[in-house]
């Protein structure tokens, strides 16, 4: 069963523009990790956020998690055209290794 | 670093075929997981595997699927008969210790037609 659920499932935005991107979960879990997947191709591993944590930055990404409200929020800033692909928000939980993947959002930036 | 190796990319094949996937984890890593992608149910896990042992394998749909790792550094998922409603894209994925398994290391898929 999905344990994420994201929001929105598609969102559109000009190059140079920030993206949002939300994660709703539903059980305890270890971390929150979120993954990009190119068109056709596997899914690639961005950033993780422990529970214990509120904020983290990569680069142009900056994520952040609310365990009380059991939600995430990816922000992609200045965006560009090679970002565009789909975020998966995904949740470790109790089962060692194991990850529960979100539905995704479909990004696309317009250049 | 080849990353996780998937075979074929593509499988087009008729009901009641059988169909096997295979996949090749990255060097050291000793879990690996077996994901199936649809549209309608977006990215399930199907089974995993740590140090070849499955652990997991509530994710199976049926017993028509069934998945091997006889080695370290090859796995199998075997779907017989196939059905038109196992058509979706099958993605393997490993991880490793040295990344706490924290983080998932995915093949390209195999995109699998069943007609």
């Known amino acids: 069963s999905q344990q994420g659920e994201e929001d929105p499932q598609a969102l559109s935005i000009q190059e140079g523009e920030n993206a949002t991107m939300n994660c709703s979960y539903k059980?305890?879990?270890?971390?929150l990790q979120w993954y990009r997947q190119n068109s056709g191709r596997g899914l690639v591993h961005l950033i993780l956020i422990r529970s214990n944590e509120r904020e983290k930055h990569s680069g142009r990404l900056r994520v952040t998690l609310d365990t009380s409200k059991k939600s995430s929020s990816l922000l992609i800033t200045a965006s560009r055209a090679a970002d565009t692909a789909s975020y998966f928000c995904?949740?470790?939980?109790?089962?060692?290794?194991?990850?529960?993947f979100g539905q995704g959002t479909i990004l696309t930036v317009h250049p | 670093d080849a990353g996780v190796i998937q075979s074929p990319r593509h499988e087009v094949t008729e009901m009641g075929q059988e169909v096997t996937l295979r996949c090749k984890p990255i060097?050291?890593?000793?879990?690996l997981f077996w994901y199936r992608q649809t549209m309608m149910r977006g990215l399930e896990l199907l089974i995993y595997f740590n140090n070849n042992v499955p652990i997991d394998d509530s994710g199976m749909p049926e017993d028509r699927f069934s998945a091997k790792m006889p080695n370290a550094s090859f796995s199998t998922l075997k779907i017989q008969p196939s059905e038109p409603r196992d058509s979706a894209v099958y993605f393997c994925?490993?991880?490793?210790?040295?990344?706490?398994?924290?983080?998932?290391?995915f093949g390209s898929g195999t995109q699998l037609s069943v007609l």
């Open positions: 995904a949740t470790l939980g109790t089962s060692y290794g194991k990850l529960t």
């Open positions: 994925a490993s991880s490793s210790l040295r990344d706490r398994h924290e983080k998932l290391f």
């Open positions: 059980t305890s879990i270890n971390n």
């Open positions: 060097s050291g890593h000793d879990y």
